[in-house]
């Protein structure tokens, strides 16, 4: 979410499918601050409604709390993908 604004058409992204993030290691309040988070604040769902996230129309979000992994994004992905 720190850095979502540095790709391209971050914004058109957001507005094809809700968006969930997780929170990771070292990223701190500055994610909840992020150009992503003050653009789409108004679209964000609670946690506690995060269910309901597949439902929403995008450009919804929800930031999710999580035990924190050091495990990077892509290996997460790649072994999601793998499983």
Known sequence: MVNFHLWGAWQGIAAMMPIAIVARPGIGPGARNSPFA???ASNR???????LL???????????P???DPISSTAIRQKKVGQ
């Open 38 to 40: 003050r653009r789409f």
């Open 45 to 51: 769902i609670p946690a506690a409604a995060a269910a």
């Open 54 to 64: 597949p439902d929403c129309d995008p450009p919804a979000w929800v930031y999710l």
């Open 66 to 68: 999580a035990p924190l």
